[in-house]
């Protein structure tokens, strides 16, 4: 049929699991279509098909690590870049918050594959997700991602650093929710609304590269500080910076 895919992207698809995941699952004979495990590689699916997963699949899953860090200025999100260290050199005992209220434990074995959920700029401050899951992953920065992300920005405007929000004009702040264009594409909607007289709050629902700074270039705002305060519906709440917790069980994005 010409409507049939892969059983790994299917599972991808359905949130079941990552692609990486779905192969290794298939291979162990963790995977069900229709009542019948199947555990042959590159089998392919109809859209109607039933898919389900083994008890071992789910358990390996919880097994895996989400992270929340409080990134500070001076760390890259991903890979280590110009001399700079990645995030994922702050996820250790030592920067564990005591007041995380999971009550899981550090083991090193959670860094093997430990990758950031999205970008956060060398001089941003906020909430980065760190994460084993690839579901996770997908459902943060996927292609079909609208995971909000929140954030608190302090701007100037020309000389003016005081007091902005009397002086910055309505219409700009207007191109701000909508209007504007990145890299030759209009850029989705956004909620951009005065936090504070020189901070603007933003909720995007996409992630380009340095987004929030460029959008603010492009009508005459210098971004003096810029920090990510939630991801769907997880916030930084109050976690220190420089420190980390784990993803609660009854958290989700």
């Not at 010409?2 to 359905?14: M, V």
């Not at 005992?93 to 430990?114: E, I, R, T, V, Y």
């Not at 929030?212 to 500080?225: D, H, N, P, S």
Request: charged share 25%.
């Amino acid at each position: 049929m010409t409507d049939e895919i892969r059983l790994s992207k299917r599972l991808a698809e359905l949130g079941l699991c990552s692609r990486r995941e779905a192969d290794e699952f298939i291979a162990k004979g963790w995977v069900k279509v229709n009542g019948v495990v199947v555990n042959v590689l590159g089998s392919k699916v109809g859209p109607s098909a039933k898919i389900t997963l083994d008890k071992q699949a789910r358990a390996s899953q919880q097994r895996l690590a989400t992270i929340l860090l409080n990134k500070p200025i001076g760390y890259v999100s991903g890979q280590a870049e110009d001399g700079y260290q990645p995030a994922v050199t702050l996820i250790q005992s030592a920067s564990h918050w005591s007041n995380d209220a999971s009550g899981k434990k550090f083991s090193p074995a959670m860094l093997k594959g430990l990758a950031p959920a999205g970008r956060l700029d060398i001089d941003s401050t906020g909430l980065l997700v760190l994460t084993q899951d690839g579901r996770i992953a997908r459902q943060l920065i996927g292609e079909d991602s609208a995971v909000e992300k929140e954030y608190l920005v302090r701007v100037s405007f020309g000389k003016v650093a005081a007091n902005v929000s009397e002086v910055f004009p309505e219409d700009q702040l207007a191109r701000l929710r909508h209007g504007l264009s990145l890299d030759g594409k209009p850029l989705k909607p956004a909620q951009v609304d005065w936090q504070n007289p020189e901070q603007l709050r933003f909720v995007l629902r996409e992630g380009k590269k340095r987004q929030i700074r460029r959008m603010c270039e492009l009508v005459g705002l210098k971004v003096t500080a810029l920090k990510r305060v939630r991801m769907g519906q997880v916030r930084l709440g109050d976690l220190p910076i420089g420190k980390w917790r784990f993803l609660a069980e009854n958290e989700t994005f």
